[in-house]
């Protein structure tokens, strides 16, 4: 047994690629006293990595993950264990060719260059033992490569070792952990203890089980990846090496092939999803392989058998190869397929780097170490934040249901819209019976089902007619109705009623809330009870860390309201500010208030009936906030507006949302007013608006001038990011959010297509903007402006490109389409005086 000692900087948990990358940034970054513990023996102390088929394609239609996967190959080539050798993701339908387009575009989105769609003539030459007469095309990407991934850990650990910032111990089990007040106190090992500051669970399918052990989670399980491995292949022989054939990945069938030294690997993506609970993992001692390594099931295997027949036959059909290895391998799955990264809400110092893959394991140990010792990583990681769960999301049901619902989609056709079809109907607002009455078609955010559109509304479709934008290609019509144009319309004519009950809620409030929420946000705070303040939350780089609005309610009493998806990240965010002294205190009422939005010309009139209060312009101002009786409902009404109307939210406590609505419903119906979904609410709404989306527009790698969100002036009061903030206004800006109009829709066969989001924005030449931080120009969102009948989509241009008029090209699946400049910084397209709003 190693010696370790008795206190630590971090103690870090697990010696996979994981572990390994955390060590080596962590010390780079100047942390000392780290200790890093495995249970098992190094160099493979036998978790996934040890069994992993090592290989990387660099493109993903993640920005985030695309970006750690390319920082990791960065890494894996200095240290020297990448070997490049192509990857082809092979099609055999047609619906495969578009995905692949799309692949192209995402690749383009992100920088990621040498990438080509090809032929099944050209998949022959680079890869000669396929049969090229099963596929009808592929998407080609020069950048694929393996890596040795045990090496390139020692490597690490050596690294940190050499600066003398590490102690490795092997063979070392933590058999608990003590968290002292909230915060991590001491790990148990049986070794002894260890005092320390940070801990860093990087324990892959093991990692729910460490976290327990301090009261936390990480919504993860463990699931098979069937993997074998036969050969040696007479085609083979020769091999010098590791790998001198192209990567296949056959996109239809879930499955990889991969030349591994003499033999082939076969991986596959398609067999029964097959779950585990981390307690079901053996002990090293007791693993007939290694812990995550199960004895191979064949029957999941057969139908993959046939098919890499199929592709292959020349090695899978030849009897002389033979079966040298076959496992049902171990990783790490997520309800939501991505990583699971950041401190845990519940224990302060305790850091999860879990559901990480051998492609972006630098990347993310990277960028976690720089968000651990720095506050922030220089890579915007908010998709993977281990707070963006709320608690429902990490029941082992829901977990279970998603993960099964999603092991086939690792390779699948994902739509940007698709929803999940597992483990619904969890959150429902109290207008829900309603809204199924009126053909609500819903969709799910965190858990609420939240109306899209209402089938209510398809008589709309006739009174709009073309106005709608009828869309005729099936990938932009699925997951979309014309009736969410229609809404539209109809709100900006009338009237609509929008269910935001999905807002995340929660009230700052003691002596020192005001010093506390000046701290976090951009925006002046000491403001009048009763006004409203949107501002955008900055990290210390001046980047996003959110953007939400702030009702003073008296003179120690805010309401922080915030989008659902973002909500908890947003909790933890603000909690952790709270003052040390307690002199103010943050409650969560997201479960305890329901919120209807109610907007359009006749919203005014229709609210005047149902309440006594003074609603008028002068009586009830743009901005603020207050309570009013309605009916027997006592509502705090704010008014402010994501869709650019006259209108208000109406704030109640849950249980009497269902009167509300009522009775909004009651005083709407006379003026033709519509229930409107979250399609026109966070789409077409804000689109034509020029309002931002945190996550979308708004993310720490863009700055405040550059999102065209600067107030005139800066308040005097200390905030969270103001240095930087105060430089960014001194600079011209790198890049400047604009809005662009689609000209001329029609595809290469005549039908009309609409952009959907992420695509490139190029030159007319077909070349790549690039501002002077290296940022591509792409997409951010996209969607249709009804009102103003065009299609629109918001993009970050080179202040060269950001000028009305100038005249681009959006990359859309294969195919180029004219656009230009319609707008620049916040300046709305759709009633650019705000005179609905102010009316
Ligand atoms: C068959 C197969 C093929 C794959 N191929 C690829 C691929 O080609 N490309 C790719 O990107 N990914 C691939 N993966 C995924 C990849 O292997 C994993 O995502 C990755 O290895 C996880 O790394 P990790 O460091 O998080 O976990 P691990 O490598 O599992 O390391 C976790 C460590 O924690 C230690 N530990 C656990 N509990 C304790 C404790 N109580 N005390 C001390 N130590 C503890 C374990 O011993 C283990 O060493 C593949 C996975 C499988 C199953």
Request: glycine letters at 4%; hydrophobic letters at 40%.
């Given at each position: 047994m190693s010696a370790l000692p008795s206190t630590a900087k971090a103690v870090i948990i697990g010696a996979g690629i994981v572990g390994n990358s955390m060590a080596y940034h962590l010390a780079q970054l100047g942390w000392t006293n780290l200790v890093q513990i495995d249970k098992g023996p190094l160099p493979n102390p036998g978790g996934s990595t040890g069994h992993a088929s090592n290989f990387i394609f660099p493109v993903d239609h993640s920005k985030e993950m695309a970006a750690l996967t390319f920082d990791s190959v960065a890494q894996y080539k200095a240290l020297g264990v990448f070997t490049e050798c192509g990857g082809i993701e092979v099609a055999r339908t047609q619906e495969r060719m578009q995905e692949l387009q799309r692949r192209m575009t995402s690749a383009k989105s992100w920088g990621i260059g040498d990438v080509s769609i090809v032929s099944p003539a050209e998949v022959k030459e680079l890869v000669p033992y396929i049969d090229e007469s099963v596929i009808v095309g592929g998407f080609y990407t020069k950048g694929v490569g393996v890596v040795d991934s045990l090496r390139a850990g020692t490597l690490m650990r050596e690294k940190a070792q050499e600066m003398g910032a590490l102690t490795v111990g092997a063979n070392v089990e933590v058999t608990g952990m003590t968290v002292d007040d909230g915060r991590i106190k001491t790990v148990h090992t049986n070794s002894g203890d260890i005092d320390t500051e940070y801990v860093v669970i990087a324990c892959g399918v093991w990692s729910p089980h460490l976290a327990e052990m301090a009261g936390a989670k990480i919504p993860l399980t463990p699931a098979v990846h069937q993997m074998m491995d036969i050969g040696p292949a007479p085609r083979f022989a020769?091999?010098?090496?590791?790998?001198?054939f192209p990567i296949v990945r056959d996109m239809d069938t879930n499955m990889y092939e991969r030349q591994h030294g003499t033999g082939l690997e076969i991986g596959s993506y398609a067999h029964r999803p097959i779950l585990y609970d981390p307690e079901d993992l053996p002990s090293v001692e007791e693993?007939?392989?290694?812990?995550?390594?199960?004895?191979?099931?064949?029957d999941d295997f057969e139908i993959q058998l046939e098919q890499s027949l199929e592709l292959m036959p020349e090695i899978v059909g030849d009897e002389t190869v033979g079966q040298k290895y076959a496992i049902n391998g171990l990783l790490s799955l997520t309800p939501d397929g991505m990583p699971v990264l950041g401190e845990a809400p519940e224990v302060k110092g305790l850091w999860s780097v879990a559901a990480v893959w051998i492609k972006e394991g630098p990347g993310i140990g990277r960028a976690v170490s720089e968000w651990m010792v720095l506050g922030q990583s220089e890579i915007d990681l908010h998709a993977s934040?281990?707070?963006?769960?709320y608690d429902h999301q990490k029941t082992r049901e829901h977990i279970k249901q998603r993960t099964a619902e999603g092991f086939n989609k690792t390779y699948g056709i994902v739509h940007p819209s698709e929803q999940w079809a597992s483990n619904r109907g969890v959150r429902v607002s109290p207008y829900y019976s309603r809204q199924k009455e009126l053909g609500a078609q819903f969709y799910e955010a965190v858990g609420w089902e939240r109306p899209q559109w209402y089938g209510s509304n398809e008589s709309l479709l006739a009174e709009y007619g073309d106005r709608v934008m009828p869309r005729t290609a099936e990938w932009e019509s699925r997951w979309w109705s014309p009736i969410i144009n229609a809404e539209h319309l109809a709100l900006r004519d009338r009237a609509g009623i929008v269910d935001l009950t999905a807002f995340a809620i929660f009230d700052v409030v003691g002596p020192g809330a005001l010093d506390a929420l000046q701290r976090i946000a951009?925006?002046?705070?000491?403001?009048?009870?009763g006004k409203v303040v949107y501002t955008p939350v900055l990290g210390e780089n001046g980047g996003f860390k959110s953007d939400l609005t702030i009702m003073r309610l008296g003179d120690e009493h805010f309401r922080v309201v915030t989008g659902g998806a973002h909500g908890m990240a947003d909790k933890k965010w603000f909690a952790d500010r709270m003052p040390s002294d307690g002199s103010a205190v943050l409650t969560d009422l997201t479960s305890a208030l329901t919120t209807i939005g109610i907007w359009g010309p006749r919203a005014r009139d229709i609210v005047s009936d149902v309440t006594s209060a003074d609603l008028s312009h002068a009586g009830f101002g743009f901005g603020t906030c207050r309570r009013v009786e309605m009916g027997p409902l006592e509502v705090l009404a704010s008014r402010i507006s994501y869709v650019g109307e006259l209108g208000w939210e109406l704030y109640v406590p849950m249980e009497q949302g269902a009167r509300l609505w009522d009775l909004l419903w009651e005083a709407a119906t006379p003026h033709d007013a519509v229930p409107v979904g979250i399609g026109v609410y966070a789409s077409t709404g804000r689109l034509e608006k020029g309002y931002r989306a945190y996550g979308a527009e708004l993310e720490s790698e863009f700055t405040v001038v550059e999102a065209g969100m600067s107030p005139p002036k800066v308040k005097s009061a200390d905030f969270i990011g103001k240095e930087a903030y105060l430089r960014h206004r001194d600079e011209d800006p790198a890049a400047i959010l604009c809005t662009l109009t689609v000209d001329d829709h029609k595809g290469p066969d005549g039908q009309l297509r609409y952009m959907m989001g992420g695509e490139p924005i190029v030159a007319k030449d077909g070349s790549a903007l690039v501002d002077s931080h290296g940022r591509r120009s792409y997409v951010t969102s996209a969607g249709s402006g009804p009102s103003v009948g065009k299609h629109l989509l918001m993009s970050y241009l080179p202040p060269e490109q950001a000028v009305v008029g100038c005249e681009l090209m959006v990359d859309y699946l294969g195919h180029s389409y004219p656009v230009s400049v319609a707008t620049v910084d916040a300046q709305p397209l759709f009633d650019p005086k705000n005179e609905r709003i102010l009316s």
């Open positions: 020769d091999a010098k090496g590791d790998i001198e693993a007939s392989l290694s812990p995550t390594e199960f004895p191979f099931t064949p934040d281990i707070a963006r769960f951009l925006r002046q705070m000491d403001v009048n009870v």
